[in-house]
């Protein structure tokens, strides 16, 4: 029995406030984002490591620092993202905000809603949440791909945005 | 079921196709023309510079191979018109029967080049809304059977429109006579010719490839060209401002060719333009040598770009491209002409045409608003700090001489200057519009209702003015085009502005 879920209380209702991401995914974000970092750098660590033959023990320790450097930015990054993202689901549209220097707010009115896509990653499913991905009519591939999400808020959502009568294949 | 008295006129035409057909007896040529074009170049290059008997075998039985394929491919692709839809049976191993509904297709296009045209065939290709790959492709068809079709296939369109829509069945639809609504005199075509300077692009791309593929001899040619243009004015003992004064000529020269290519360019394509209206359908059609014929319900437009460039300006026109959901068929040979809709019209005409497709009187806006009182600053500040940053660069790294590159902030000023008095944007009962420029002006808008979604976006910089940026997203969109939206808002307008436009779409039933 899963009892990371039964922690948080998904949303599941239409109204006029903004919602924060669930909190246990600020943690997945974090792991993920040091991950990410951690594998992109194998790649200059381990040339520098096989090129250079007389590096002195000093230069090792910088390639390390800028390592650890680079992981604790993009966690702190990804901390950030989690921190001010915020939606919500009125009579009209869904709305996701992000961010608070680089601001965005995205708005898929409902009426416009075309098809919903879940992804789950390992950690999402170990923790249980979900990743929304939003099909409108629109030039772009997906109108709104948003993590972190409580899965059942996302079924909720899903449930809501596309009622069952037009969903195919499910 | 259709109303079969509404299919009188094709009735005939109904009956002539209703047994499985085949595609014409000329297809496998088209089809081997096709596929030869693309090794063409190569091939050419390769005979040329003689590389060894061994390839130009390996070519040989290359084509043969193709010649064989495309002969097969013709014989395997059968087709049938049936009451509301077309049975299409093609492939050579794997066989493939598709159904293809008539309310699904949105664009039936008629192509025809040069050697098509000398046999009277053409190619056929039948789009459905929001997709990239026709639904069908019928190459060749011969031109009677081709326009049967066409013809089939708009009339079960019509019908099937009528009884579906309830507010259209009462509205008066001229559906009799096909409605001239727009044509290109040859002065016209000369004119989009020198404007969109296309001769410089086909240049570009034909010397880019000559240089990919022939490196060396390239090289050789450039070099040789020089030396005996250098070689000339050097005899004539002229000195370095005779010198300059050649390589300006030169260049003015070269310039003044590309143009009469662009004119030549755009008389191929543009040669005969005409666009006409039946009931709510547009069709144009166009080309000198290749002739392309296009359809498209007015439904189908999704956004508008109005375009007003420094020499459109000089002629006194401007030119409309769409945006249509009906498919953005990007293939080998052609691209949809439904994106160029008027290529060139004067002002008032453009207007006119506007409000037509439009069909309402929210054409031409009165109420622009303006943006954001700092929206020069926000403009100028970002290219300025650019600049100056280069400018240090280079003279550190270069020479003092960089300095001069200081001499764009003063352009950059009168830039934004001039932009932002003209940039506006406008949020009517149907439309949302917004214009911008400052030597060419661009007017971009939609139809609210055609909206698929919002986006409000606020950078450091927008956020140290206070501002926001508000796009709008629609369907059948260029991938490389510029964003519409609304740029340089107060933030709390930009806010009103998309509550507003959202409540009037959930208003909106989904277009398609």
Redesign the interface.
């Known amino acids: 029995m899963n009892t990371e879920i039964t922690k948080e209380i998904p949303a599941l209702v239409v109204s006029d406030e903004w919602k924060p991401l669930a909190a246990s995914a600020r943690n997945v974000f974090m792991y993920v984002a040091a991950i990410t970092i951690l594998l992109i750098s194998l790649v200059p660590a381990t040339v520098f490591v096989l090129a250079a033959d007389d590096a002195v023990w000093w230069e090792y320790a910088g390639v390390i620092a800028l390592i650890c450097l680079a992981t604790g930015f993009a966690t702190l990054i990804a901390y950030k993202s989690w921190r001010n993202t915020y939606w919500k689901l009125d009579a009209e549209a869904l709305y996701v905000r992000r961010g608070k220097t680089w601001f965005k707010q995205i708005c898929v009115p409902r009426s416009r809603v075309q098809h919903l896509d879940f992804e789950r990653g390992p950690l999402e499913r170990k923790y249980g949440l979900a990743t929304l991905i939003v099909h409108t009519a629109g030039s772009q591939e997906r109108a709104l791909r948003q993590s972190g999400l409580l899965l059942a808020d996302a079924e909720y959502l899903r449930d809501v945005l596309v009622p069952k009568d037009r969903r195919d294949g499910e | 079921m259709a109303n079969e008295t509404e299919l009188a006129d094709t009735a005939e035409a109904v009956a002539a196709v209703e047994k499985l057909q085949r595609l014409h007896p000329l297809s496998w040529l088209f089809v081997l023309v096709v596929q030869l074009r693309q090794f063409a170049l190569p091939l050419i290059i390769l005979l040329f510079t003689g590389r060894g008997d061994r390839y130009e075998l390996f070519s040989l039985v290359g084509v043969l191979l193709l010649g064989i394929y495309s002969v097969f491919q013709y014989i395997t692709y059968r087709y049938r018109v049936m009451d509301d839809e077309l049975i299409v049976r093609s492939g050579v191993f794997q066989k493939s029967v598709r159904h293809i509904p008539f309310g699904k297709i949105q664009n039936v296009s008629i192509t025809q080049n040069i050697l098509q045209r000398l046999f009277n065939v053409a190619e056929v290709k039948l789009e459905a809304a ?1 997709g990239s790959k026709p639904e069908a492709h019928m190459r060749v068809l011969g031109m009677r059977d081709a326009r049967q079709l066409e013809e089939l296939i708009r009339s079960h369109a019509a019908v099937i429109q009528i009884t579906s829509d309830e507010k259209v069945s009462s509205a008066n639809i001229p559906v009799s006579d096909n409605e001239i609504l727009h044509q290109l005199s040859l002065p016209d075509v000369v004119k989009i010719g020198l404007i969109n300077n296309r001769g410089m692009i086909v240049i570009g791309a034909a010397v880019g490839v000559m240089f990919q593929s022939a490196g060396d001899m390239m090289g050789k040619l450039m070099k040789s060209i020089f030396n005996m243009f250098f070689g000339w004015s050097g005899s004539l003992h002229l000195g370095t401002v005779a010198m300059v004064l050649g390589i300006i000529f030169l260049a003015l020269f070269f310039l003044v060719l590309v143009r009469i290519f662009s004119v030549l360019l755009a008389l191929l394509q543009y040669y005969g333009f005409s666009l006409s209206q039946l009931g709510r359908r547009l069709t144009v059609q166009s080309g000198l040598l290749s002739l392309v014929r296009s359809s498209l319900p007015l439904r189908r437009i999704q956004a508008y770009s109005l375009f007003e460039g420094w020499l459109h300006r000089r002629f006194a026109r401007r030119s409309l491209k769409v ?1 249509s ?1 009906a498919g953005m068929a990007m293939n080998e040979e052609n691209k949809s002409p439904l994106r160029d809709l008027v290529p060139l019209a004067d002002p008032a005409k453009m207007d006119e045409l506007i409000a037509r497709f439009l069909a309402s009187d929210q054409w031409p806006i009165r109420s622009w608003q303006n943006l954001h009182d700092d929206a020069w600053k926000r403009e100028f500040l970002l290219p300025a700090l650019l600049c100056t940053a280069i400018t240090i660069a280079a003279s550190i790294f270069y020479t003092y001489y960089a300095i001069v590159l200081l001499a764009a902030i003063p352009v950059l000023y009168l830039r934004a200057k001039v932009w932002s008095a003209h940039a506006a944007f406008a949020c009517t009962e149907e439309l949302i519009a917004v214009r911008e420029g400052w030597i060419s002006r661009e007017w971009r808008f939609a139809e609210i209702g055609k ?10 910089l927008d ?1 140290r003015f206070g501002m ?1 940026s508000l796009y709008l ?5 260029r ?1 490389m085009a510029s964003a519409f939206r609304i740029p340089y808002l107060p933030r709390a307008q930009a806010d009103k502005l ?1 509550a507003q436009l ?2 009037k ?2 208003k ?5």
């Open positions: 929001g945006d959901a909206l698929q979604g919002l986006s409000l976006r606020e950078g450091i956020r926001a997203d629609t369907a059948g969109a991938p998309m959202s409540a779409i959930s909106s039933p989904l277009p398609f």
